[in-house]
């Protein structure tokens, strides 16, 4: 019996009894990030890293005292099987999963990137005997710049809008780019508002202790001209809403690891494009694996095929899974409509409690 199982409901470990990143309810679930198509409601109980709490809090709506929050490196058995989480570097809080019984060790990455960007985490590479990775951008051709060097791009165009009195409108999902967003954006923009879906994660996040740059939520009664030459984060379901005529004169750039390829932007109908992603890009895909030393490696959501064929040119085992992770990646983008069940949170802009996507 192999120590994880591909189920109809999920990545399930028989001999410990629960589940990981499930896509139906179950008794028991370790969560490797808050992103709705890895947490979703109904399950009895919930195992992730301590900050992923609010966040689950947030978006699930759990009953009291069924998530448990552990630090990263934290040993919990279950059922005769050791378990503990490690940084992922995807988003805050973001977790790879570790089990082990009888001296086998697997590893369920999630979703994770290789670069530090200074507040998810620094991705760890775990020894292990079976490692289960994702394939979000897994293609040659993409190739990601230096956050630096992305923020730096960031900055100037801003800059250049202030200079022509616009507000400058980045998109941006509400867990992970908007808050590292927030980081980059400080040399350049000491007052930065944000749409409803990112205050309220801003505001789970703080609470739970993580130092954010302060930031103030866009509200209907706030003054247009407040915007002016100002910056604005919002999620991509504000795009071409009625929500964004209060900014107007105003531009969009759309931060986004499918902004690497060319069209794109014109695609979205926006101004800039930044490729700015919370996923790996090829060569950290392939620096991830070969750095767990694994034996086998199963690849799962994204460009599976491609990816577990080069791997096994080049003497790994590998073989695609599919999962119902990013199911409509290669499509080019996610949706990032709010989780079922989440009531709105503002009337005027039909802004939602929460969105989620792959980019």
């Known amino acids: 019996m192999p120590l994880i199982e591909f189920t109809d409901k999920g ?44 966040l689950l809090e947030l978006r699930l709506a759990p009953p009291p005292g069924s998530v448990m929050g552990v630090e990263w490196g934290e040993t919990i058995v279950m059922n005769g099987v050791k378990v503990s989480l490690h940084p992922a570097g995807h988003v805050i809080g973001s977790s790879q999963v570790r089990v082990e019984y009888q001296g086998e060790v697997w590893v369920v990455s999630g979703d994770y990137k290789t670069e530090n960007d200074g507040i998810s985490g620094a991705f760890e590479a775990i020894r292990c005997h079976v490692f289960i990775t994702e394939s979000t951008f897994g293609l040659p051709i993409y190739n990601w710049k230096p956050q630096p060097a992305i923020f730096r791009a960031v900055g100037d165009w801003v800059a250049e809008n202030q200079a022509r009195d616009k507000t400058s ?14 980081l980059g954006l400080a040399p350049v923009a000491p007052e930065i508002f944000v749409h409803g879906a ?28 407040w915007f002016k030459g100002k910056v604005v984060i919002a999620p991509s379901s504000a795009e071409g809403s009625p929500w964004m005529r209060r900014f107007n004169p105003y531009a ?45 490696v199963f690849v799962t959501h994204g460009f599976q095929a491609t990816l577990s064929r080069y791997l096994n040119e080049r003497g790994i085992e590998a073989a695609e899974v599919k999962t119902e992770y990013g199911e409509d990646e290669e499509g080019g983008e996610l949706s990032d409509a709010g989780d079922g069940g989440v009531a709105r949170t503002d009337v005027d802009a039909g802004e939602e409690a929460v969105d989620d996507g792959k980019e």
């Open 252 to 296: 969009v750039g759309v931060c986004s690891g499918w902004m690497q390829v060319r069209g794109n932007v014109r695609r979205r109908n926006a101004d800039a494009g930044f490729a700015m992603s919370d996923h790996a890009d090829w060569k950290g895909l392939l620096g991830a694996i070969e750095a767990t030393g694994a034996e086998k």
């Open 11 to 54: 990545l399930y470990c028989a001999r410990g009894l629960f589940y990981i990143d499930p896509w139906q309810p179950v008794d028991k679930a370790v969560i490797t990030h808050a992103h709705s198509d890895h947490a979703r409601p109904g399950s009895g109980g919930y195992l992730c890293h301590r900050l992923t709490v609010p």
């Open 198 to 225: 990112i205050w309220n994660v801003h505001q789970a996040l703080v609470n739970a202790g993580v130092e954010l740059p302060a930031v103030q939520r866009v509200t209907p009664d706030l003054p247009r001209e």
């Open 169 to 182: 409108v980045l998109i941006a999902y509400s867990l992970g780019k908007a808050q590292r967003l927030l």
